[in-house]
């Protein structure tokens, strides 16, 4: 099912896990300043404006895992589902050194149109999903770039991130990625909690084992390295929650 804020797919596969991906789409919707954000194109195809390659790769392994999965249909620059609507960084102005035009002239009406028509569906449709199995986990699908302008290149291939208030899963799927042979960080590059995140709403809020994976943009930009971890990951992901008792 695809709706204006997000797509659903195989609502009735049986797995206990549901694939997430909260950055999926670079779409800018027409009524949002005629569907431009007022930044160059070539930026619009960068991690600025969505996890390139992670839509691919969640919906592959969610076919793989039997999964169902649901994926956002916009711009992280429209506004970011994967923040609290109290974050300061829930409607970015400025981004890995690219100013958004049409968000610093936005006001509270359009904030609120955001969050009404794009943001507060996704979540709706999100949690209908996660409560959709008695047994729930959660395998949220992100993608990170190489090397944030100015800063250190990063020699991860994969992030695993957890919170401090769930580690069933974070620390066991590290060894495990880490047995495979893989540069798997450890809550790298960012932190693996975040007050008022997907995570935090549709998982700790409800006792859900969880785990949020990053992979590094350039092993999956293409529909090739896409099928490649989806299967290497699979693989770790099966059974995986039987392994770790939950």
Same mark, same amino acid.
């Given at each position: 099912?695809?709706?204006?804020?997000?797509?659903?797919?195989?609502?009735?596969?049986?797995?206990?896990?549901?694939?997430?991906?909260?950055?999926?789409?670079?779409?800018?919707?027409?009524?949002?300043?005629?569907?431009?954000?007022?930044? %160059? &194109?070539?930026?619009?195809? +960068?991690?600025?404006?969505?996890? *390139?390659?992670? /839509?691919?790769?969640?919906?592959?392994? !969610? =076919?793989?895992?039997?999964?169902?999965?649901?994926?956002?249909?916009?711009?992280?620059?429209?506004?970011?589902?994967?923040?609290?609507?109290? %974050? &300061?960084?829930?409607?970015? +102005?400025?981004?890995?050194?690219? *100013?958004?035009? /049409?968000?610093?002239?936005?006001?509270? !009406? =359009?904030?609120?149109?955001?969050?009404?028509?794009?943001?507060?569906?996704?979540?709706?449709?999100?949690?209908?999903?996660?409560?959709?199995?008695?047994?729930?986990?959660?395998?949220?699908?992100?993608?990170?770039?190489?090397?944030?302008?100015?800063?250190?290149?990063?020699?991860?291939?994969?992030?695993?991130?957890?919170?401090?208030?769930?580690?069933?899963?974070?620390?066991?799927?590290?060894?495990?990625?880490?047995?495979?042979?893989?540069?798997?960080?450890?809550?790298?590059?960012?932190?693996?909690?975040?007050?008022?995140?997907?995570?935090?709403?549709?998982?700790?809020?409800?006792?859900?084992?969880?785990?949020?994976?990053?992979?590094?943009?350039?092993?999956?930009?293409?529909?090739?390295?896409?099928?490649?971890?989806?299967?290497?990951?699979?693989?770790?992901?099966?059974?995986?929650?039987?392994?770790?008792?939950?």
């Amino acid at each position: 099912m695809t709706a204006e804020a997000y797509t659903t797919i195989g609502r009735d596969r049986m797995s206990r896990w549901l694939v997430t991906c909260d950055h999926a789409a670079n779409r800018v919707p027409d009524w949002i300043n005629g569907g431009d954000l007022g930044i %160059d &194109p070539a930026d619009m195809a +960068r991690h600025i404006a969505y996890d *390139v390659g992670a /839509a691919g790769l969640a919906q592959r392994l !969610a =076919e793989r895992l039997d999964a169902p999965a649901i994926l956002s249909n916009f711009s992280r620059l429209v506004i970011d589902p994967n923040r609290g609507e109290d %974050d &300061p960084t829930l409607l970015m +102005r400025i981004y890995d050194g690219t *100013v958004i035009p /049409a968000n610093r002239r936005m006001d509270m !009406a =359009e904030r609120e149109r955001r969050l009404e028509r794009l943001y507060r569906p996704y979540h709706a449709a999100y949690a209908d999903l996660a409560a959709s199995h008695p047994l729930r986990a959660i395998c949220a699908i992100h993608s990170f770039t190489r090397q944030l302008r100015g800063r250190s290149r990063r020699p991860w291939a994969v992030g695993v991130l957890y919170s401090h208030r769930d580690e069933r899963l974070g620390p066991a799927l590290i060894r495990e990625c880490r047995d495979k042979g893989w540069i798997t960080g450890d809550n790298e590059p960012y932190s693996g909690h975040l007050d008022g995140d997907s995570i935090d709403r549709h998982a700790l809020a409800h006792g859900r084992p969880n785990v949020l994976i990053e992979i590094c943009n350039d092993l999956i930009e293409d529909e090739a390295g896409q099928d490649l971890w989806a299967a290497r990951l699979a693989a770790v992901l099966d059974g995986f929650l039987d392994r770790c008792g939950v």
